[in-house]
């Protein structure tokens, strides 16, 4: 008990070193500090806001139709008129991969904010209420962790069934676990910091001090818990629309596009690079920030 | 003229920040003499920690040191090499901390810990280290030395691990040890004991220079004290002297403070205002902002550090007069 | 004597701990607080004086003993019962720099207790009362829409004052509200807390391991040494004839900022405190006292009283007179 106080006046004198050296740093001038010191954050930032633009703008980035077939011009090479060719039924591969990342990136952020609404919410309670509620929550946690995601992952498509909803709630189911662990360990420190102490003295209930105390020293963990889910939900509607598990046809997702385009491997090997490549952008795009976002906001990890 | 075992000279440590560059240390001269206990006393942020831990030459990023002069034993040390430097760390001058459970490894013995040092400074082999240890723990007087030698730091008290730290500070007989706030964590009745200890090591031949803000720790073992207020040194003196004729209006503040919470009374004595941040610094005097003889001059230059009567510097306009209160 | 406002009656706290040990924080303790009066609670750490302020104010439970508050045990209450007593038991905080949420501004900080119980009808008034805390506590009003960080730790102390405060508590525990502050600053909130006494008929139970800081702000002094009392009287009584010896010993320690009298010879205590999860037979103190006898192994000593003063040793004539 002693050893702990004095571990945190030592944090306090740290404190007050900081604050003389301008102060502790905001939120903002910790995401202005990832700018300056790390260009690879950055230059992933810029590269996911053109690719959501890109989504977004589709319908005006490319004059063709993402469904419309055209025979005549099945599985063409690059062109200038076709920049990445066509698929097997003539259609303009930019076209699919530009709507196709529509349904990408939604399923990629979806699903993301999903899991971190429940798994945060459960992991605040588990935490702050202990007991048996706890036991239940960390124990299904445990068994949903055991599994083999993919394998959970086809299990519930399969029982459900396809379509962009089923994934959702598929890929939530797949990834609340670890939020839920991680938002738990935080609750846990942060119910015995000093702060939430005083507020029990004030008298607030516990719901109040889980929304208005606990919940919001936990949001840089979630933010970073965020960026480093969606590419997991990418990479696993990816494998599910591989196997047929996904997002139906004609729907494009990078993840179908990949499948679809596994048959003409040889004869037309741009139908699997394109979309693979696109996959791997963003996803590491989305690693890398997430990683500068955990530099910035984790001072333990901070470089000498 | 006795020999000075430290000779600080003009040392600045610049740091940059993103609101612009500040100095904790701005031109800072001390000295210490050879067999003294030499006292910096001043409040937090004063800057009395990163002029210690520029004299050791571990000032971290973003910190740096932009200027001045360290003579160690007549030596200049702060333009050595790194590799150099880390040499004389530990044999030639060492420093123990306020908190005495971070500055331990957590996983091993304290005594291999100690032995640590002596094995890196001196050839001796691991039998004559380890008793050297042993020796080191019973002249800091760590009851069963043996006993203690193979415990963990957390199976030892706050006070026995700060004797550890001492005894790892002082195994190698370095000429000077920098101690910097070594009671602050410690409770009173251990305090006394590690402040006798500091003493008993000063008169075996090691000069100490240390770091605190109780004025009493500084008045009961000090023989010399320097007064740091945001960055500078406001007053110097002898011991005796200092307590007595305080001149700067910061140090006698300080020394109303405390007398005040001693003697009770209706309203305790308080120096107005806060420390300033080191960003927005007056242009003058760093005091004048709280200081209740203040005059316009004070706000537009800075005072110089001058003698008053031998041994007794002070950095106030007022100082000669007799006019600050 | 006026009325007394909180009794505590042979309170006992124990933690397991390991090797399935108990650490006895406090055992038995007894003592009451009178209603618009300061008791300090001296002792060095581990002495289990924080404890002890929390089983007073009830945001921690004993192992055995009760709390009484105006007369009723507060211990017994059930959660409900107690609710509307929360607010009149108050805490401030050691540490300025943990005790508040950096994610909230000073309004929402100081607003907490009044939102919490209702006792402001519109947010003006909320706004209204808030200003109005932070002029009792010394603050610009501008402050309001600032956050924690950009305060230094005597600004923040005067944040956490003005919140325990808030909702107009009978009784506060200070836990250690200068440690962590410099000098020049504690006696500024020290003299705040007289004044808010004073002017706010507050009662204070001010837990401190600092001897020379309680000396001005309390009325009676209670020592602690291994979660028992040793010592409980009139402040300046206790200053001047300390009774036992552990009290003695903490008077002597604390370093005078007065070099000539460096030179007298000091009492210093030898060896280690010993630890509370294995403390010593018969007295507590008794392994580091030069006065103990075999008497002070056998026999716990009790409380006995010294013309206003109570202290528990066998041997407190005799500490009295080679003093």
């Given amino acids: 008990m002693p050893g702990r106080k004095r571990e945190r006046l030592e944090n306090a004198a740290d404190l007050r070193l900081q604050s003389q050296l301008g102060e502790e740093e905001r939120f903002w001038d910790l995401m202005r500090r990832m700018a300056r010191e790390n260009k690879t954050a950055v230059f992933s930032f810029v590269l996911i806001v053109l690719m959501v633009l890109a989504a977004v703008l589709a319908p005006f980035l490319t004059p063709y139709d993402e469904n419309s077939m055209d025979l005549l011009h099945r599985l063409s090479a690059p062109s200038a008129a076709h920049l990445l060719g066509t698929d097997e039924g003539g259609r303009d591969e930019l076209t699919r991969l530009l709507y196709g990342a529509r349904v990408s990136l939604l399923i990629g952020v979806v699903p993301a904010l999903l899991s971190l609404l429940l798994g945060s919410l459960l992991g605040v309670i588990a935490g702050y209420r202990g007991g048996i509620v706890d036991t239940l929550i960390m124990r299904t946690a445990d068994v949903t962790l055991a599994f083999p995601s993919m394998l959970l992952a086809m299990v519930i498509m399969y029982s459900l069934g396809g379509g962009i909803v089923n994934v959702f709630l598929t890929l939530t189911l797949v990834s609340w676990a670890n939020v839920a662990r991680v938002v738990r360990a935080q609750t846990l420190k942060l119910k015995?910091?000093?702060?939430?102490?005083?507020?029990?003295?004030?008298?607030?209930?516990?719901?109040?001090?889980?929304?208005?105390?606990i919940l919001p020293n936990c949001l840089p963990t979630l933010l970073v818990l965020f960026t480093l889910n969606i590419p997991a939900s990418i990479l696993t509607?990816?494998?599910?629309?591989?196997?047929?598990?996904?997002?139906?046809?004609?729907?494009?997702?990078?993840?179908l596009m990949i499948n679809t385009g596994r048959q003409y491997l040889y004869s037309a090997p741009w139908l699997c690079f394109a979309p693979g490549a696109a996959i791997m952008l963003i996803v590491l795009a989305f690693n890398f920030l997430g990683n500068g976002l955990l530099d910035v906001l984790d001072p333990r990890q901070k470089k000498q | 003229m006795e020999e000075k075992i430290l000779d600080v000279r003009g040392l600045t440590v610049c740091f940059q920040t993103a609101k612009g560059t500040i100095r904790p240390v701005d031109d800072v001269s001390l000295t210490v003499p050879r067999g003294s206990i030499v006292g910096i006393v001043g409040e937090s942020g004063c800057g009395k920690s990163m002029t210690a831990r520029a004299v050791m030459g571990l000032v971290r990023y973003p910190g740096k040191v932009t200027g001045g002069s360290v003579l160690l034993d007549g030596r200049e040390i702060s333009a050595l090499p790194e590799r150099e430097r880390r040499k004389l760390r530990g044999s030639e001058i060492s420093m123990i901390f306020q908190e005495p459970m971070t500055s331990l490894n957590p996983v091993m013995r304290v005594g291999r810990q100690v032995e640590e040092a002596v094995l890196l400074h001196t050839d001796c082999t691991r039998e004559e280290a380890k008793a050297r240890v042993l020796e080191i723990f019973r002249e800091v007087e760590i009851p069963e030395p043996e006993a203690r030698y193979d415990c963990y730091p957390h199976q030892l008290s706050g006070g026995l691990r700060q004797r550890v730290l001492i005894a790892m500070a002082a195994v190698c007989r370095p000429k000077l040890l920098i101690a910097d706030e070594p009671t602050t964590a410690l409770d009173v009745t251990v305090e006394a004991q590690i402040l006798s200890l500091l003493e008993r090591l000063r008169d075996a031949g090691v000069s100490v220079l240390l770091i605190s803000h109780n004025l009493g720790v500084i008045a009961r073992v000090c023989d010399?004290?320097?007064?740091?207020?945001?960055?500078?040194?406001?007053?110097?003196?002898?011991?005796?002297?200092?307590?007595?004729r305080p001149r700067h209006p910061y140090t006698r503040g300080l020394f109303r403070a405390v007398a005040s919470l001693r003697e009770g009374g209706d309203a305790l004595e308080t120096i107005p205002g806060v420390v300033p941040n080191l960003l927005h610094l007056p242009a003058g005097c760093s005091f004048s902002l709280r200081c209740a003889s203040c005059r316009s001059d004070c706000e537009r230059r800075l005072p110089a550090l001058a003698e008053t009567e031998p041994g007794h510097k002070v950095r106030c306009f007022l100082a000669g007069e007799g006019g600050a209160r | 004597m006026s009325e007394i406002l909180l009794e505590a009656r042979e309170l006992t706290k124990e933690f397991p701990a390991a090797g399935g040990k108990r650490v006895h924080a406090v055992s038995g303790v007894s003592l009451h607080i009178y209603r618009n009066e300061t008791l300090s609670l001296v002792g060095e750490s581990g002495c289990g004086k924080s404890t002890l302020g929390r089983l007073m104010i009830r945001t921690m439970q004993p192992t055995s003993g009760e709390v009484l508050f105006r007369g009723q045990s507060v211990t017994a209450m059930r959660e409900r019962e107690f609710k509307p007593l929360r607010k009149e038991l108050q805490l401030i905080f050691q540490d300025p720099y943990a005790s508040l949420d950096p994610r909230m501004t000073v309004r929402d900080l100081i607003s907490e207790p009044l939102e919490t119980w209702r006792l402001c009808e519109s947010r003006e008034a909320v706004t209204a009362r808030v200003q109005e805390l932070l002029r009792a506590v010394g603050l610009p009003e501008e402050f309001l829409y600032r956050y924690p960080h950009q305060f230094s730790g005597g600004q923040r102390q005067r944040i956490g004052i003005a919140r325990a405060i808030a909702a107009n508590p009978a009784f506060i525990v200070c836990?250690?509200?200068?440690?962590?502050?410099?000098?020049?600053?504690?006696?500024?909130?020290?003299?705040?807390?007289?004044?808010?006494?004073?002017?706010?008929?507050?009662?204070?139970?001010?837990?401190?391991?600092?001897?020379?800081?309680?000396r001005y702000l309390s009325d009676r002094v209670c020592v602690m040494f291994l979660g028992k009392l040793c010592e409980i009287g009139p402040t300046e009584e206790v200053y001047r004839h300390p009774r036992h010896p552990y009290t003695r010993f903490l008077l002597d320690a604390v370093p005078v900022p007065n070099p000539s009298q460096r030179g007298k010879e000091r009492r210093l205590l030898k060896g280690e405190p010993p630890s509370p999860a294995d403390p010593p037979s018969g007295c507590r103190f008794r392994t580091r006292c030069p006065f103990a006898t075999e008497r002070c192994a056998g026999e716990e000593p009790a409380l006995r009283d010294f013309g206003g003063v109570q202290v528990a040793c066998h041997r407190a004539e005799s500490v009295q007179t080679e003093a």
């Fill in chain 1, 192 to 213: 015995n910091s000093e702060f939430v102490e005083a507020a029990r003295v004030i008298g607030v209930s516990k719901d109040k001090i889980m929304r208005r105390h």
């Fill in chain 1, 237 to 255: 509607e990816s494998s599910l629309s591989f196997l047929g598990l996904g997002i139906q046809p004609p729907n494009a997702s990078w993840g």
């Fill in chain 2, 224 to 244: 010399y004290v320097f007064v740091m207020y945001a960055g500078r040194i406001v007053e110097q003196a002898g011991t005796e002297a200092l307590f007595e």
């Fill in chain 3, 175 to 214: 836990d250690e509200p200068v440690s962590a502050l410099d000098v020049s600053v504690q006696n500024q909130i020290l003299n705040l807390l007289k004044e808010l006494k004073a002017s706010r008929g507050l009662t204070f139970l001010f837990i401190s391991h600092d001897l020379s800081v309680v």
